[in-house]
């Protein structure tokens, strides 16, 4: 975990509140791992007599090995690396990343990804939505914009790398797509980790969250992902003339209240971003339950005082961590 300066005004007692929350949480991240950040020059600790892989970000002089970079010592086996801080998205094939379409060129859709070159999502690399898998014809190019056109936010995974060090994306399932009804918040990538679920349905809130791993992030309206070819059309011609009777109106506008829980999750991510806290399903619930029991109203969420009151519980919750 990396603190950040607050870059909020603060009154006198807010910032002895907030500078002890930091010192706490300082003291934490030092015990837990006393080479944790390092600055250019900086000694990293190793044990020479087992034999270890120098990774990006090392260099080993006069048998002593050193940083190159500003960031955060990693160890994977016998490998030490430093991962640098603030950095541009470091992509790899498998990640799960949330884009902003820029352009619809032929067979195929420029993704705006928060990394040096636009991700490319091919016509033949998407999920068709009449979920058939065939071949893509003429008919299916003249009808790309009826899937995406610019400025829509979709989620797609890292198939590979082209040639010129660009990104291929697939979204070959039916979790992947567009996304609609909710917002698209920006942290920076170190801030996210990856993991084995990066798709969080919270079904107590009716809220889909998606934690990209190139820094975007989505809240919005939970969708259901249904598979076409498990669902019998005539069903399905039912259920929907069925369903746009009975709620009219309702299908097209989201309720108040998601709206709001929406907004509530939005602001307890950039408050995160903020602190340089690592953005969790569980940190970022933390937060919003937070924000609910203090009665903080989602736009004061931004305000000093909330910062100072999340830093405070961070380092409460770790410390308690520590002692289970």
Request: glycine share 6%.
């Amino acid at each position: 975990m990396v603190m950040r300066k607050l870059q909020l005004p603060l009154s006198q007692t807010q910032k002895v509140r907030f500078d002890r929350a930091i010192e706490r949480l300082h003291s934490l991240s030092s015990t837990a791992n006393s080479d944790a950040s390092v600055i250019v020059t900086d000694s990293i600790p190793v044990n020479h007599d087992d034999a270890f892989l120098k990774g990006h970000g090392t260099s080993e002089v006069n048998g002593e090995l050193l940083a190159t970079v500003c960031g955060v010592v990693e160890r994977v086996d016998k490998l030490v690396y430093v991962r640098t801080l603030r950095a541009r998205y470091k992509p790899e094939v498998g990640d799960i990343v949330v884009g902003r379409v820029i352009e619809v060129a032929q067979k195929r859709w420029r993704v705006e990804l928060n990394f040096n070159q636009d991700g490319v999502l091919m016509l033949s690399s998407m999920n068709m939505p009449d979920g058939i898998q065939r071949r893509r014809t003429s008919v299916d190019e003249l009808n790309m914009r009826n899937i995406f056109v610019e400025h829509d936010v979709v989620c797609a995974e890292v198939r590979n790398f082209q040639h010129d060090g660009s990104l291929q994306l697939q979204a070959r399932s039916q979790k992947y797509g567009k996304l609609e009804k909710g917002q698209l918040l920006k942290v920076d990538p170190y801030l996210v980790k990856r993991s084995k679920h990066h798709f969080h349905y919270i079904e107590s809130l009716g809220i889909d969250l998606i934690i990209g791993c190139n820094g975007f992030i989505w809240v919005g309206e939970h969708v259901e992902v249904r598979d076409p070819m498990a669902i019998d059309d005539q069903k399905d011609e039912d259920m929907i003339s069925s369903s746009a009777e009975n709620t009219g109106k309702e299908q097209i506008f989201t309720l108040l209240e998601t709206r709001q829980t929406i907004c509530r999750m939005g602001n307890a991510i950039r408050v995160l971003s903020n602190l340089g806290f690592t953005v969790t399903l569980e940190i970022i619930m933390e937060t919003v339950n937070l924000s609910n029991s203090k009665n903080v109203d989602i736009h004061d969420m931004l305000g000093s005082e909330f910062h100072v009151v999340v830093a405070e519980n961070e380092a409460e919750r770790r410390r308690t961590k520590r002692k289970k």
